[in-house]
């Protein structure tokens, strides 16, 4: 995947493609999650949310959109490979892209947590916790607790931060993560 996320980054170069996708971090994960639902719910019902628009892209060219599907497909399908075959995601989670030297989250990991919980977010409204076993679905709650920690560290809700508080430091949740993620992915195509 780690490759899949270079074309993505260098997919990104283009401007037009800045100014019609959400971020590329935020995208990388939306579509790995996506992937890690055991039946695929349509493209067509969840590329629209790849753009900040929401709705379906018009590109300038074919030629840009079959690039853009393409890359697409290349993270949804690795991702899915990944998960059937219980192969931990190669995420680019490593401290420097995704902390600064003051040990706080840049914004590639707080995007990236927030496409996350987003792509699980939009599973839910297909899945429901009782379709699904207890240990994915507990597997699944500390999926969200982690991500949520690196998405919302900003918030100003005392409740939140008391709450995250009780959490692994965010180097700890970024060591874990992949392994993490991959498990659940596991748990969810085998279920």
């Not at 270079?6 to 579509?31: H, N, P, S």
């Not at 959109?65 to 393409?70: H, I, L, N, P, V």
């Not at 699980?120 to 920690?149: G, P, R």
């Amino acid at each position: 995947m780690r490759s899949n996320y270079q074309r993505l980054e260098q997919f990104y170069t283009c401007d037009e493609i800045q100014m019609l996708c959400v971020d590329k971090d935020f995208m990388f994960a939306f579509i790995t999650a996506m992937a890690s639902m055991k039946q695929e719910i349509e493209l067509q019902q969840w590329f629209k949310l790849l753009c900040k628009n929401q709705s379906d892209p018009v590109f300038s060219s074919t030629q840009l959109a079959a690039d853009f599907a393409e890359i697409v497909l290349a993270i949804f399908a690795q991702a899915r490979q990944c998960f059937a075959k219980k192969i931990l995601l190669p995420l680019t989670l490593t401290m420097s892209q995704w902390m600064d030297d003051k040990k706080q989250l840049k914004t590639s990991a707080i995007q990236f947590s927030l496409g996350y919980i987003q792509g699980l977010e939009y599973i839910n409204t297909y899945v429901s916790d009782s379709d699904i076993d207890e240990s994915t679905a507990n597997l699944k709650q500390t999926c969200f607790l982690l991500l949520s920690k690196l998405a919302y560290s900003a918030s100003e809700d005392l409740a939140v931060q008391s709450l995250f508080l009780e959490l692994p430091k965010y180097d700890e949740i970024l060591r874990c993560l992949p392994k993490l993620l991959t498990t659940y992915g596991a748990q969810c195509h085998e279920s």
